[in-house]
């Protein structure tokens, strides 16, 4: 162990200070710290070796990956604690850690998903997401829910079978006349169509269980303002579940499909939610197409 004023000094630097409180919450990777922190590779592996050598950390192999763990004594890291206040980057690494370890799990699932479907058949009767969304409904609790950016209210339509009542809201007029006169076809009573946009949503403050959106913000001039339009219409204790694109870098998409954004980050998504008033705010990718150019799917909730 290094001497108390070594360790001290080594700690004195802000981006050693902040690799020490990550370390204590979670043992990670050199990647993972790059991802979070936004360094280099050869700069964050300066720092772990001087602090490995004063024995604040240690590491451990596994595969080809080296992941470190804090080592340095409790009445050091309080402290720290004391002096993280004085990072302004500090909050922010706790918030790109919980992310970096979600993406660590989501990584495990989709290897297990790709394995599952080595072993077994790729067509099974009786077996469709249909089904799977079908079933999933009907255990749903009945909610007033609102579809923004609808479409054409595809989802709506699912949704209303189990649904109290759905308000679907969309900016464009022929949508909105076609969603309803579909609706009308199918005898969908408790589904109704409303002329909107996602940043002047035309429902009432505080009426709605679930604001619903899929694959609508990245069309959003504003996506803080639709979702703090989300957080008015809503409930005490209502949710928000976002489905949207990841970040990606296909611009084709703008032109293709109307899009303003070229999908979010999930740090990005959580900053939105929280600053919108939303709390217990969740974001992870949870599918990855497997065709260029491999776009992928983020699922953010909230409650209000």
């Not at 001039?221 to 979702?227: D, G, K, L, R, S």
Request: aromatic share 6%; charged share 25%; no cysteine.
């Amino acid at each position: 162990m290094a001497s108390i004023l070594k360790s001290f000094r080594l700690a004195a630097d802000p981006n050693r200070l902040r690799v020490l409180l990550l370390l204590e919450r979670e043992e990670l990777s050199v990647a993972e710290l790059q991802e979070i922190l936004s360094k280099g590779q050869s700069q964050i592996s300066t720092h772990l070796s001087q602090l490995k050598h004063a024995g604040l950390v240690t590491d451990r192999r596994m595969g080809k990956n080296a992941f470190y763990r804090l080592n340095a004594p409790a009445d050091l890291m309080h402290v720290l604690h004391q002096a993280a206040g004085e990072i302004p980057e500090a909050e922010q690494d706790q918030a790109a850690l919980r992310l970096a370890v979600r993406k660590r799990r989501d990584t495990m699932r989709r290897y297990f998903d790709e394995l599952a479907g080595r072993f077994g058949r790729q067509y099974v009767p009786g077996r469709s997401w249909k089904g799977i969304a079908e079933a999933l409904l009907k255990l749903m609790p009945p909610m007033v829910i609102a579809d923004l950016g609808a479409g054409e209210g595809s989802v709506s339509q699912l949704m209303a079978q189990r649904a109290k009542r759905v308000i679907a809201v969309d900016n464009s007029e022929k949508m909105v006349k076609f969603g309803a006169a579909l609706a009308r076809t199918h005898g969908i009573a408790n589904l109704e169509y409303r002329l909107g946009d996602l940043e002047d949503v035309p429902i009432r403050t505080g009426t709605v269980d679930l604001a619903f959106l899929s694959q609508a913000l990245h069309h959003a001039v504003h996506p803080e303002q639709a979702i703090a339009e989300a957080w008015r219409i809503l409930k005490k204790g209502g949710r928000i579940a976002i489905l949207d694109l990841s970040r990606h870098h296909f611009e084709e998409a703008r032109e293709m499909y109307a899009d303003l954004w070229l999908g979010f980050t999930e740090l990005e998504i959580e900053r939105y939610l929280k600053a919108a008033g939303f709390k217990n705010v969740e974001a992870s990718v949870v599918y990855k197409e497997p065709e260029a150019p491999y776009f992928e799917t983020m699922l953010a909730t909230g409650e209000k």
